[in-house]
């Protein structure tokens, strides 16, 4: 019912930055999102367990993951439905596929709240 189109991702050196962003809008047409609460920023590589990198609230409240924490800056923007992941100084072992995930989406078309995945954008730190 609702789609997440993430971008940013890529191929940097060790140190370099990227900046991820994640839109979400209603897939129904006429529909159209009325709220989100929290966003948030996973990552995942393979054979290991999904795990979170920063998450917002709609207020704007943000925490870390410590292997985030000074370097990473999640941010939204409520009118556009969009978050934000500014990676800065990032090592070889940030590399792993990220995830944007939008919690209790409540959308004009959908009864009910749900929380939605997507589809996920690789990030490559080379050493």
């Known amino acids: 019912q609702v789609q997440l189109v993430e971008s940013g991702g890529g191929l940097v050196p060790t140190g370099g930055s990227l900046r991820l962003s994640c839109a979400a809008s209603?897939?129904?047409?006429?529909?159209?999102?009325?709220?989100?609460?929290?966003m948030a920023w996973y990552r995942q590589t393979v054979g290991e367990q999904r795990d979170l990198v920063a998450a917002?609230?709609?207020?704007?409240?943000?925490n870390y993951a410590d292997s985030a924490k000074g370097r990473f800056n999640i941010s939204r923007d409520n009118a556009e439905n969009t978050v934000y992941l500014q990676m800065n100084s990032l090592k070889p072992e940030d590399t792993a596929v990220y995830y944007c995930?939008?919690?209790?989406?409540?959308?004009?078309?959908?009864?009910?709240?749900?929380?939605?995945w997507g589809p996920g954008t690789q990030v490559t730190v080379s050493s």
């Open positions: 995930k939008a919690e209790a989406v409540v959308v004009t078309t959908v009864l009910g709240y749900y929380d939605y």
């Open positions: 209603a897939r129904r047409p006429g529909g159209s999102i009325t709220s989100i609460d929290d």
């Open positions: 917002i609230t709609a207020d704007g409240n943000a």
